[in-house]
């Protein structure tokens, strides 16, 4: 074969594989809508005041004849959705393994969540179990389909291209947070412009990130391609023992088992802040909505050039590194945030401020450093058990803060309770050699990682 030949076919791999690329941001652009709009600003404080509207003269709702303080529902309705995501997660990462045919299993996740946040339009009145059992529906939908999304990464990017792929990803996925809000924010706002109830417009802030959602699932549905699995002699395992046979693998590959759970630690950090920002904000700050959709959006925009810059700082200090340093940041940022005056909206725009710089970029380098460290061929299995890390496990979080406030009756114990996520998650990662973690991979090892 000549060398010419040899360039030319370099050359096309090279075009198709950012044909895939550019179609796989697009997932992020589809679904962190729903992420954005509806469980860090809408969601929480709209399911709140449906339960306190429920709720009998104590302040308690009763799903299933259990007493629940009604601040409590929505944090432990999250916490609900990650045990369910628990058991369907390691299903779905078996099967894009098994037969290599990821698309059909993205497309029926994502439709599934899309339909379930579509569905929230319905939600008013008292019907908090109604909004308890779609936000449990489309939470899973999604930890499943970002199983399956994730694991393309290592198939489309090559190994010194995969942090500013996953950067860009997020920084996609931000992009469009920031411009559904925007278009969120003017129809609330200005709700009796439009002949609308602030119930009604929250409700179509909601069903509307479901529409995106499914609409813009066409895109990386239509530019990714599926792989043939590489056969491995063995039969394949399902679900729950597909699991088990992957943490097997794992344990031969000490060094990745210590990094998931660095990440499962801080991540549960991360996760939390999210779902529990805008209650936090809302119920012991007393800020209005709008002052909460103002936030977001400015965490979504400042987002965009942190996961961006915080690529390019991986490539000068390494992901890990920059990873560590995220970290710190979080920590004094929730520090600062246990003191936030009531009432003051300026302070809580400089803590949004401060989230929206290193909120991209520690998730973004986080999913591309544990690329590096998945053998070829299992991407979808290690996958899923990265996904029971990213939202799979992060149940602890959610239901350490409903359980403080349930106790204690402030939101700022609840809020500062987290800190421990950060301090542990940093521990445990600047223990971790990732170097040597990858070449137990049997993967290349960047210049810097």
Avoid at 123 to 142: E, P
């Amino acid at each position: 074969m000549s060398t010419e030949t040899v360039r030319a076919g370099a050359a096309d791999e090279a075009v198709g594989r950012r044909r895939e690329q550019r179609g796989w941001y697009f997932y992020d652009w589809a679904c962190s809508v729903y992420s954005t709009s509806v469980l860090t600003v809408f969601l929480g404080p709209y399911l709140t005041a449906v339960a306190k509207h429920a709720a009998d003269a104590d302040g308690f709702v009763h799903p299933l004849g259990v007493p629940v303080r009604a601040g409590s529902f929505f944090a432990y309705a999250v916490s609900a959705s990650v045990i369910v995501s628990i058991f369907v997660m390691p299903l779905a990462g078996a099967a894009a393994d098994r037969g290599g045919r990821k698309k059909p299993l993205l497309a029926a996740a994502a439709y599934l969540g899309a339909a379930a946040t579509t569905g929230m339009f319905f939600l008013h009145g008292d019907r908090y179990l109604l909004g308890g059992l779609l936000l449990i529906v489309a939470n899973a939908s999604l930890a499943v389909s970002m199983v399956v999304y994730n694991s393309y990464l290592p198939q489309i990017a090559a190994p010194e291209e995969r942090d500013a792929v996953s950067s860009r990803g997020w920084a996609f996925g931000y992009a469009a947070g920031s411009l559904v809000l925007i278009a969120n924010l003017i129809l609330f706002t200005a709700h009796d412009s439009f002949g609308l109830s602030e119930s009604t417009a929250v409700r179509i802030c909601l069903a509307s990130a479901g529409v995106w959602w499914g609409a813009f699932t066409l895109v990386p549905l239509k530019r990714l391609r599926d792989r043939r699995a590489p056969s491995t002699g063995q039969p394949s395992a399902h679900g729950w023992r597909q699991l088990a046979a992957t943490v097997r693998d794992m344990r031969g590959k000490p060094l990745t088992l210590s990094f998931l759970l660095a990440y499962l630690i801080y991540n549960d950090g991360i996760q939390t802040v999210i779902s529990q920002a805008s209650v936090y904000g809302s119920e012991e700050l007393g800020l209005s909505q709008s002052t909460l959709i103002v936030a977001v959006l400015l965490v979504q925009v400042l987002a965009v050039g942190g996961a961006l810059g915080m690529g390019r700082l991986a490539r000068t200090y390494g992901a890990k590194r920059t990873i560590l340093g995220s970290l710190v940041a979080w920590t004094l940022t929730l520090g600062a945030g246990y003191f936030l005056p009531a009432g003051a909206p300026v302070w809580f725009f400089v803590l949004a401020s401060a989230i929206g710089l290193v909120l991209g970029g520690s998730q973004a380098l986080s999913r591309s450093l544990f690329s590096h460290l998945v053998p070829q061929g299992k991407e979808a299995e290690y996958f899923s058990a990265y996904e029971m890390s990213d939202r799979g496990m992060s149940w602890l979080g959610p239901l350490l803060f409903g359980l403080t406030y349930q106790l204690t009756g402030s939101y700022r114990d609840a809020i500062i309770s987290l800190v421990a996520f950060f301090v542990i998650g940093f521990v445990l990662l600047a223990r971790v050699q990732v170097r040597q973690a990858v070449h137990d991979a049997g993967n290349p090892v960047p210049d810097r990682i």
